[in-house]
């Protein structure tokens, strides 16, 4: 760290090996390493001053809000085919839990040679599995047993962190344990993944929801897995990785399964991943709070000047300039901790205030004494003066704004010295602002022990040793500093990203133990504190990455005291957008897998029955290469050309055991071609549907959307129910949203459209833009203009083109157009677009092509 009130220039930038070092360099990220005689007991506080209210909300890219931590569900996943070569070696790291064994045999039995890493104190052994023991936790022997390990390649890394019976102490030694595994591997790894998928993968059972839930304490330091994963994504893009927690529910086998559907899953993304027995999430912002962890209507109670808070590492950089605010606006009783003694200024620094004449004193004064003055030495000077003015700057900011306000110099690592120091005043505290924290930013590859141990101590130590030496149940308002380098991952900061990784799962722990406390993880985004350079900031420009202004910081800060934040308890507040970014892979041919057993169960195919059986709808077809394309590029599909049914999928009970969707990237790179087809258990492949699928820009960018004028209002014309009982439709009711017709011309047929969207496999089949449910209404209505002016049963063949603006809504009204294009007796071409209430065009499918199907009329009446 530099000091607080030196400018950063071109020669200190040099010094940061990361962005990551200079995002926290100016959060004010504190240190805290001693400790001190205990002060005197607060003296009476004063009357609060009014609140201001802090911003709320997500914020849009590139600006300043405050946004809460949420799920959201994630289609399950569809299998990579060959995803590993065949006879891989996989690599288990063994907690001792249940899983292992399970998973270890799966593997085996898919041809895998597996090798175990048994941590300490696990002493049974996995069958067939290699075995590497490790006796204890030191480094030399880890750094053995990995090199015997990869005497022959490997390419896959699960580690187990699923154990239920270890206390905090020992969740935090295998939390950083971990972290030296992946050191030792992430460049193996690496260079396997040059050739084919290699991937490192973690499995904790927190509760199915990264721990937002709120877990039991002793289990909270396995949330920081999470962080581990998503900073190694970034720093090794090549590798598949992901952190998978389960809940704890799942009956082991279902849970073994479940890890091995994300080890093959298609999609690099999300890293992250939660399942339980119902759905499959990830970790997204959202408005509001999620209520996970607590009631929502649960009473908060108020901060004002009867309330003492306990704040670590106040005493300077932003956590100071935080509570400053927020002594100003409530008042409240502030007691600082810090690593920094304070004494009588020295005489050699009296009156000397400019940073040169105070390091010029300082070497005097090494000299006077007899000492060499090194450039160490007289920063260690130069940094204690100031460090201490801050201190005092701090304090009496502090009483200045109306806060009875005193320092402890305490080592908050050492529980010990931590309790003896607050015995005093333990009894009046009512809060804790944990903002203490260090940095030893590193690349995983080149992470050590000593640096883990480090970043861990005042992040997760102290934040025990404070809490432990306070009576919980008066523990009214706690905020704890965490950063969204934790939350997003960041380049360089594997530990410091698992450490607030952890604070975010604790908090959510404290607050379902506590539901009418303010209990709150402030992720924050990077601070323009006043010691930015523009080389800095040009630094950040180019990354997209925006600072928060110190006074907005503040006031976000003292806002989450306000009663609408109450409930906040994972939140990110600044830009809610990443430090560093995962860079894409390149697209690639590849061919994924996905059983058909389980889709002959969704209301979507169930509903879709011709003569009383289910056939795969051709929406659904397309929504799964729509949704297929988008999981693997990570973009936004504007466009469909060429849809075609080659042969419909009937889901008799002879169909194929699986479906395979071959996607191969066209030369344009915006274009995959998509092939959907079955493999007969004969080897004989047949396709059933294909498409050229069209990654374009995001719709929010379009300047000229386009709208369709002169539309009749809905609620009037005639009912359409009869169009499913009169041999038009064969549909059942889960995808009957034809409503009503409101104009009835063969020139522009509109029909009033809405259906409760079923959302398949949790949304495998549908597209950012795309639902498959809506979309096949669009279908449908070609199928009702067939009838009413052609007098014939009908079916879709394919479409020439697709356009899509906006998401198709999977509740809500809309209106669907049918225009004629070419039209013959047994054929014809339509043009039906999608629009919203408002005029504005949700999607449009180009050249229809149905074909007439009189002899199925009594067909889709039986069905």
Not at 299 to 314: H, K, M, N, Q
Not at 438 to 451: G, M, P, T
Not at 747 to 768: I, K, T, Y
Not at 806 to 814: A, E, M, Y
Request: charged share 20%.
């Amino acid at each position: 760290r530099f000091p607080s009130d030196t400018p950063v220039g071109p020669e200190q930038l040099g010094e940061l090996r990361t962005l990551g070092q200079i995002v926290d360099f100016m959060t004010g990220v504190a240190d805290t390493a001693t400790t001190a005689p205990r002060a005197e007991p607060i003296a009476e506080k004063q009357p609060p001053a009014a609140a201001p209210a802090a911003p709320a909300g997500p914020a849009p890219r590139g600006a300043i809000g405050c946004a809460q931590a949420a799920l959201v569900e994630l289609p399950s996943p569809d299998a990579l085919v060959g995803a590993y070569p065949a006879g891989s070696a996989a690599l288990l790291v063994d907690d001792g839990g249940e899983l292992t064994p399970l998973v270890a045999a799966r593997l085996q039995a898919g041809g895998w040679d597996v090798r175990v890493l048994r941590l300490p104190s696990v002493t049974r052994t996995v069958d067939g599995a290699a075995d590497f023991a490790l006796a204890g936790w030191g480094v030399t022997e880890l750094t053995e047993r990995v090199e015997q390990i990869l005497a022959t390649p490997v390419r896959l890394v699960v580690n187990f962190a699923t154990r239920q019976d270890g206390d905090w102490a020992d969740g935090v030694r295998r939390l950083s344990y971990a972290l030296l595994v992946a050191k030792h591997l992430v460049e193996p790894l690496t260079k396997e993944a040059a050739t084919a998928r290699a991937g490192f993968l973690t499995l904790t059972r927190l509760d199915g929801a990264f721990g937002l839930t709120g877990v039991a304490e002793d289990r909270v330091p396995a949330g920081g897995f999470g962080g581990l994963v998503k900073t190694l994504a970034v720093e090794a893009p090549e590798l598949f990785c992901r952190a998978v927690d389960l809940a704890p529910g799942l009956d082991p086998r279902t849970a073994a399964e479940l890890l091995l559907a994300e080890v093959n899953d298609a999609s690099a993304e999300p890293v992250q991943v939660a399942r339980d027995a119902n759905r499959r999430v990830g970790l997204t912002l959202g408005q509001a709070p999620t209520a996970l962890a607590a009631d929502p209507a649960a009473p908060v109670a108020e901060i004002g000047p009867d309330d003492l808070l306990v704040v670590t590492g106040g005493g300077r950089g932003i956590t100071a300039r935080c509570v400053i605010d927020l002594a100003a606006a409530y008042r409240p009783g502030l007691l600082l901790l810090g690593r920094t003694a304070l004494g009588e200024e020295p005489a050699w620094a009296a009156g000397v205030t400019a940073e040169a004449e105070l390091k010029a004193a300082a070497v005097a004064q090494l000299r006077t004494a007899g000492e060499k003055p090194t450039p160490k030495r007289v920063e260690q000077l130069y940094r204690a003066v100031v460090g201490e003015r801050e201190i005092r700057q701090t304090l009496a900011e502090l009483r200045a704004a109306g806060s009875p306000a005193e320092y402890l110099a305490v080592d908050i690592t050492d529980a010990a010295a931590t309790a003896d120091a607050l015995a005093p005043y333990a009894g009046r505290v009512t809060g804790l602002v944990h903002g203490a924290g260090v940095l030893a930013d590193q690349l995983i590859a080149n992470k050590r022990a000593s640096e883990i141990e480090r970043v861990f101590a005042p992040k997760l130590g102290g934040l025990r040793s404070v809490v432990e030496a306070l009576p919980a149940e008066r523990l009214r308002h706690v905020l704890l500093f965490s950063s969204v380098a934790g939350f997003f991952g960041n380049q360089g900061q594997s530990d410091y990203a698992m450490a607030n990784e952890v604070l975010n799962a604790w908090a959510s722990s404290f607050k379902r133990r506590h539901p009418n406390a303010r209990v709150t993880a402030l992720n924050w985004g990077a601070w323009d504190s006043g010691m930015v350079s523009p080389q800095i900031k040009a630094v950040f420009q180019e990354r997209g990455i925006t600072l928060i202004p110190e006074k907005t910081g503040t006031a976000l800060f003292t806002g989450q005291f306000a009663p609408q934040h109450g409930h906040d308890t994972v939140a990110v507040l600044g830009p809610t957008t990443p430090l560093s970014v995962r860079q894409p892979a390149a697209p690639a041919a590849v061919v994924l897998e996905r059983e058909t057993a389980p889709l002959a169960a969704e209301p979507i195919v169930a509903d879709h029955l011709i003569g009383g059986v289910p056939v795969l709808p051709a929406a659904l077809a397309l929504g799964w290469a729509i949704g297929a394309v988008e999981r693997l590029s990570g973009g936004t599909v504007r466009q469909v050309r060429d849809f075609a049914v080659h042969k419909g999928l009937v889901l008799d009970g002879s169909e194929p055991a699986r479906l395979q969707l071959a996607a191969t990237p066209a030369g344009d790179q915006a274009t995959t071609e998509v092939v959907i087809r079955s493999v007969a258990a004969d080897g004989t492949v047949r396709p059933h549907y294909a498409a050229g699928v069209v990654l374009g820009a995001d719709p929010a960018s379009e300047l000229n959307h386009p709208a369709m004028a002169a539309l009749p209002a809905p609620g009037h014309g005639r009912d359409a129910a009869g169009f499913y009982t009169d041999g038009t439709l064969f549909h059942g009711p889960a995808l009957q949203g034809v409503r009503r017709v409101l104009a009835e011309e063969e020139g522009r047929l509109v029909l009033e459209c809405s259906l409760d969207g079923p959302r398949p496999a949790g949304g495998a089949f549908a597209g950012r833009l795309y639902r498959p449910g809506a979309a096949d209404l669009l279908l449908q209505a070609g199928l009702v203009w067939m009838r009413l002016f052609r007098s014939t049963a009908s079916l879709p063949l394919s479409v020439a083109r697709a356009e899509f603006h906006q998401p198709l809504p999977d509740h809500g009204t809309f209106l669907t157009v049918v225009e004629p294009g070419s039209v013959n007796g047994t054929s014809a071409s339509l043009t039906v677009t999608a629009v919203g209430l408002d005029g504005r065009v949700l999607a449009r499918l180009g050249g229809v092509s149905l074909v007439s199907t009189p002899q199925l009329a009594a067909k889709f009446v039986s069905s």
